[in-house]
């Protein structure tokens, strides 16, 4: 399985920017798919997860209410919108797939087997 992030970059505290997380070479749609950050001396946390049909997602405190996964299973990509950004937001943000077929949203690291190359996210003031 390869996991293709995309659409990082800088921001200005308020604004808005949209990840993308391409997979490839597995069945894509039986896998619940998650989203973690990692901030500069910071371990890498879970931040949002989406079931594999797409119908249940989860989200920490941090980001809920700000932030939305989404999955469109036709296209084998999870996305994450995020809006309302803040500076404590900046980030690596990496996707990661849940290796076992119709598994539940973790929140572990552990729990994922596959993951994305981490695409900058930067907000400024």
């Known amino acids: 399985v390869q996991l293709q992030a995309s659409g990082g970059g800088m921001a200005q505290v308020g604004g808005s920017l949209r990840l993308s997380c391409a997979a490839s070479g597995r069945s894509f749609s039986r896998h619940a798919m998650g989203w973690f950050r990692q901030a500069p001396g910071q371990e890498r946390k879970f931040i949002c997860g989406v079931s594999w049909t797409g119908q249940s997602t989860y989200y920490v405190d941090s980001v809920k209410g700000r932030f939305t996964i989404s999955r469109d299973n036709a296209k084998n990509t999870v996305y994450l919108q995020m809006n309302s950004l803040k500076l404590e937001d900046t980030a690596v943000y990496y996707c990661?797939?849940?290796?076992?077929?119709?598994?539940?949203?973790?929140?572990?690291?552990?729990?994922?087997?596959?993951w994305g190359q981490g695409t900058q996210v930067t907000v400024s003031s």
């Open positions: 990661a797939l849940n290796g076992r077929r119709f598994s539940t949203i973790e929140t572990g690291a552990n729990e994922y087997d596959y």
